[in-house]
Nanobody
Framework: QSQLVESGGGLVQPGGSLRLSCAAS????????IGWFRQAPGKEREGVSC????????NYAESVKGRFTISRDHAKNTVYLQMNSLKPEDTAIYYC?????????????????WGQGTQVTVSS
């Protein structure tokens, strides 16, 4: 049994920042592409950002480009999502997912492992 665990969510004011972490238990992430997804109440799950297994290639949803940065630390077996200039529309549960491929995609079906999610709420 293996899983991903997200952390770093919470309450933040508009314009603020959060850093989300995705840590793996039971397996190494070295050869997995990692994606961050989010889902707000009543809305479809949305791909936010992803990173290739090597960390050399990244993708971002248009809605977060210039504000979010994805990165990974192989030594810590962890992937991060730095979220700056947060907006109320960023409010959602954020999930990380791992895909047993080199390259990443921003759609949900190809991913093999999922975390339980961490709540991000952006409000004044």
């Amino acid at each position: 049994q293996s899983q991903l665990v997200e952390s770093g969510g919470g309450l933040v004011q508009p314009g603020g920042s959060l850093r989300l972490s995705c840590a793996a238990s039971g397996f190494r992430l070295d050869y997995y592409a990692i994606g961050w997804f989010r889902q707000a109440p009543g809305k479809e799950r949305e791909g936010v950002s992803c990173i290739s297994s090597s960390g050399g290639s990244t993708n971002y949803a248009e809605s977060v480009k210039g504000r979010f940065t994805i990165s990974r630390d192989h030594a810590k077996n962890t992937v991060y999502l730095q979220m700056n200039s947060l907006k109320p529309e960023d409010t959602a549960i954020y999930y990380c997912a791992a895909r047993a491929r080199t390259m990443c995609v921003l759609v949900s079906p190809p991913y093999d492992y999922w975390g339980q999610g961490t709540q991000v709420t952006v409000s004044s």
